[in-house]
């Protein structure tokens, strides 16, 4: 589930670090801003004020699992953050489908829960590093921080030879992520959520360089 900035050219001197535990509030606070516009948890979300109560439930549930491992990485002042989970760590399901019983419409429950197990079914079964929540604050798009925290996480896959796994939100945003060596496993459609593309990066050796946007790429905000 990502909320991507624009990437620029060249990493620069953004600086990423794991972020403690105790900053749990402020990884969220991001991610809460970078989702707010997009369009599968706006799907699962349509209501401002229901976006605003519930989002940060699910992004911990969801991705939370990172900050005690040491794999919930962060750029300066928390502008950009991603949710790792590597080998033998994974979401908090209970909680999730408590959240989901609880917080998402009766209308679009059923495809709700039937988009989850289709989330499942494509995960891999194999040792991978999983990155269900990646964004953004809006407000510092453009900078480099997508970039270098991408990079990072992508180096200590490389280093521990094991491939990665996501879920991009659209195919455009998919054919940027190939930019970086993810490859479209499938297209995952159910009911009226935004299409949903699982994407498996394959383990390699050495260390990775940032790959530049074409003229007028950009990511956009995508959700699994």
């Not at 970078?34 to 799907?43: G, K, N, Q, T, Y």
């Not at 992004?59 to 590597?86: D, Q, Y």
């Not at 940027?176 to 935004?194: S, T």
């Amino acid at each position: 589930m990502y909320a991507l900035e624009q990437m620029s050219s060249a990493l620069g001197a953004e600086r990423v670090e794991a972020a403690p535990e105790g900053q749990t509030s402020h990884l969220l606070d991001t991610l809460t801003a970078a989702f707010i516009a997009d369009p599968a948890v706006r799907w699962l979300y349509p209501d401002l004020q229901q976006y605003l109560l519930y989002f940060p439930r699910f992004a911990k549930a969801f991705g939370g699992a990172a900050v005690p491992n040491g794999t919930a990485f962060a750029s300066e002042n928390f502008g950009g953050v991603a949710l790792w989970l590597p080998p033998g760590v994974s979401s908090d399901e209970e909680a999730l489908l408590a959240l989901l019983h609880e917080s998402v419409a009766e209308r679009i429950k059923p495809e709700a829960f039937a988009l989850f197990d289709e989330l499942g079914r494509f995960h891999p079964h194999m040792p991978h590093w999983y990155l269900p929540l990646f964004g953004v604050d809006p407000a510092l798009q453009g900078r480099g921080a997508g970039s270098a925290i991408l990079a990072h996480a992508l180096r200590l896959c490389d280093e521990a030879g094991l491939p990665a796994y996501l879920e991009a939100t659209s195919p455009r945003n998919a054919g940027l992520y190939v930019r970086h060596g993810f490859e479209v496993v499938d297209e995952i459609n159910v009911g009226d959520c935004p299409t949903i593309v699982p994407m498996l990066r394959p383990a390699r050796a050495g260390r990775i360089a940032a790959q530049p946007l074409g003229p007028g790429e950009s990511f956009e905000s995508a959700a699994a």
